[in-house]
């Protein structure tokens, strides 16, 4: 048990082992495991996170989304990558807690982010939600250095510092299809030596009806339980 979620330890020991493969947290890149983001709310710890990414991972997945790295909407608040406040106070994500208290103080509401919305969307249409796990290539989040309520590209050498983390989620579950989301991660894959079975566009800056249809095209439509 950890933070409120009921995680089994071998899903735990894969999150740690995650979470301690990834560099500490400087100026400009933010490991959401290791530090408090300026925006969390109280009891929204680095540890809550890292119980969030264990129940996620909690699962024999058929697929492995990778994008390329979190925004300060999403995986920095949240833990999980692909994944905001809004949709965990919901209980919209399989096998994580829904909560209950908000993670961010952010005065207008529970971060909401486009990208996560169309993510969860189509793995439900196609019935790969239980069976899907999301990550980034670098699961940390890059900002400007005075202004983490920002998003930047990585540079390759930054990215390049999530290579172990990216390989030991790879080695744990082999059978997974290993899907790049947006060119950037196709390559950032590709420079880690890792193949990867599909590459869609990125749901981001108007890419949510090309993404989707890749998706589908890819996986089909899956028959729901009533």
Known sequence: MTEGYSVSPTAMALAQELASLLPP???GLFNP???PHQMDAHGNSPKAKLGRLGAHLDC???VILVGEAPGWRGAAVSGVAFTCEDQILSGAIPRVARGYERLSGYASGPFKEGSAAAVWEILYEVGLAEKAVLWNAIQMHPHLPDNPL???TPSTSEVM?????MLALRAAFPKAKL???GKKSQGLMDRMGLACDLSVRHPSYGGKPEFQASMRAAFGRRALPN
């Open 33 to 35: 495991y290791a530090t």
């Open 179 to 181: 899907v790049a989301i």
């Open 150 to 152: 920002c998003n930047r």
């Open 25 to 27: 947290t400087r100026e």
């Open 161 to 165: 510092e999530g290579k172990p983390a």
């Open 60 to 62: 024999d997945p058929e």
